[in-house]
């Protein structure tokens, strides 16, 4: 399957990150109806760094940033709570993502094993006929095992130590936010759509496209989708 | 010499951003310890006031206390700004939970730019800081506080003090940045030996070395008692989430300064309760156990080992609390917000009531070595006055409680449930939900006593009044302190005696318990008509099915 944007969008990434990429992998044993809470808890805590305000270019060269809030969201499935970017539009993104990654897991194929990816990338503008590039700078991989439980006791327990296991998740992420590697230089006017998503009104992520891919008890990817989640694709 | 390379409009700036820092530091992790969600909203026009494009809202008190521990200084080696986070039972007990340390150290970054990459990272590292105050235990603790403990905040500046954390504390680096000056650092160090309380603690009445101990005390807040509702505002959209300046004429601070003092500043923020009040009820600084997430021990005995008497407590945090809009018109009935009702009931009488209360709460302010400053906010039109004096003010001020009580969405899911969560003990939803297997345990539940005494009356006279409802009856079952061989007799004993005390009972297993069993056949019978009915309308499939069998 690909992707029907395909043709229109830069070339797909392909599956290793490019040099400079940092790759970090996170891995998660989860209930099925703990995927899409833990998923979302992974991704905006990452986006949570990864976004600023909006930018307000000025006369000069010089901008100004918007403001971004914050809310705490708890789990109902899990014992955990997390904080987002307060934004309707990147909660819906979000949401659509490990929406359709979840229906994938518990799709025919799958024994429960999968994972979504969070890419950063920049876009390299090329000439014509050459399409753009997108170099990815970040990717963020989260491997989930969905296992099934028999009982409310296991499930109990569950809810407790996949909440464990999130706080050290969090705690990861930011040790690598820390490290204060490579981001993309501040962009001027022209530039700020290759390095930040500038759709959404009221905060400004970095450029970002998730995808997923099911394992099949082979262990060999059976369905690669990918979906981008940009909108602000390229026509050739 | 180290400053000759920054630009005096860089110093400037620097320090103004690591001033600003600091202060919005401690409103995140004072903010996430209030029990409640936050919700800020995201701006796209700048509106300037935004330190670090970040929405973070400043609570006034919390910005002053911050202010005046910082007392102009700002942290430098050796000079840590330090926001301690404590829990603080119904019976006075306090144990620190969390010490959130902004230091500096001497690595200075001199390429770095000031006004552009160290105020991102300080961005970056407030948000770092707004996703980590989620994910340590006294975060789910503060979430379900209002009944049983409070949560308090200290801030100090100076050395950094981590004796309190108790034995194997942890921690975790939020993050640093580098400066022309320094780097900034930010961690949490907490504790991890959190034992699980039962509400039979809360009923044990500290006890004096050598006195009974008898088990067997009326609860204070028992379950069954009404549960009155709660404005729940933590939905709202408009970011709102700390109280207006009107609501603030209602809420009063005292300040306590401390011994020893260097820059710790206490207030007690007062506002109207219900119940008698539970904080400071005794001189005996009672060391807490500590709190575990266990689930073995949902009835675990623990029992106190007092200090001697005369120490005072010096730690009265900040009760990290703050209603919305206390109710005027009803001063008796707390309001804020909570997702349930989750506050302690309003007793029949008013509360400025026994003389026996007013000495209670007299008592300890006397005992302990405070000093009242100056109220620290010029709003307070009540305050309480030094206790040197050997006054308490006015009795009434002080019996309406000295803490707001907050609900924590949390707090009693299921109000009408006898389950764990009834009992209004901390981690009830991690505990086994066996508790009415308690209930029938003579053991541990005398039969019905005449009067409910409560014990914080009582305690003044605790070698009989505590018995007093009790009876004859159970004189079998009263025992003298626990003391095993060989076992330690420090503050914080955790060995054999505890050990022993904390497994006595192990709880009924809950696949054993009669009524979930009961509970999950009554809805097997329940929906048994149903499914008869449809495989009656399906009986003509399954006889064809039945047919290609043979």
Redesign the interface.
Known sequence: LSCPLSTRCCAPSSAAPAMNCRAEVLEVSVEGRQVEEAMLAVLH?VL??RS???F?YKKEGTY?????????V?CDFI?F???R???EELDRALRKAVGEFKDALRGSGSDGMGQISLEFYQKKKSRWPFSDECIPWELWTIKVNVVNLANE?ERQICR?KVGEK??EK??N???V??R?EYLPK?PTQSEVDNVFDTSL???QPYLYKISYQITDSLGTSVTTTMRRLIKDTLAL | AMDTDLSSQDRKDLDKFIKFFALKTVQVIVQARLGEKICTRSSSSPTGSDWFNLAIKDIPEVTHEAKKALAGQLPAVGRSMCVEISLKTSEGDSMELEIWCLEMNEKCDKEIKVSYTVYNRLSLLLKSLLAITRVTPAYRLSRKQGHEYVILYRIYFGEVQLSGLGEGFQTVRVGTVGTPVGTITLSCAYRINLAFMSTRQFERTPPIMGIIIDHFVDRPYPSSSPMHPCNYRAGEDNGAVYPSVEDSQEVCTTSFSTSPPSQCVFTVTKAHFQTPPPVVTDTLKVPVMGLAFSHQLSSSRLSYQPAALGVGSADMGYPVLFTGGLNAAHPHQLIGPGKEGGVPPVPSQPAHGTQADQERMCTPLDGVHYSAATPSSSEDTETVSNSSEGKCGSPHDLLETIFIRKVGAFVNKPINQVTMANLDIPFAMFAPKNVELEDNDPMVNPPESPETESPLQGSLHSEGSSGSSTGNTHDDFVMIDFKPAFSKDDILPMDLGTFYREFQNPPQLSSLSIDIGAQSMAEDLDSLPEKLAVHEKNVKEFDAFVETLQ
């Open positions: 805590t949570l760094h600023t305000g909006k307000h100004s940033i918007g403001t971004v809030g914050t809310q705490d708890d014992d709570a997390y904080v970017v307060s934004s006791q407790e999130l706080c969090i705690i992420i930011v040790e936010m820390n204060h501040m009104k009221d905060v």
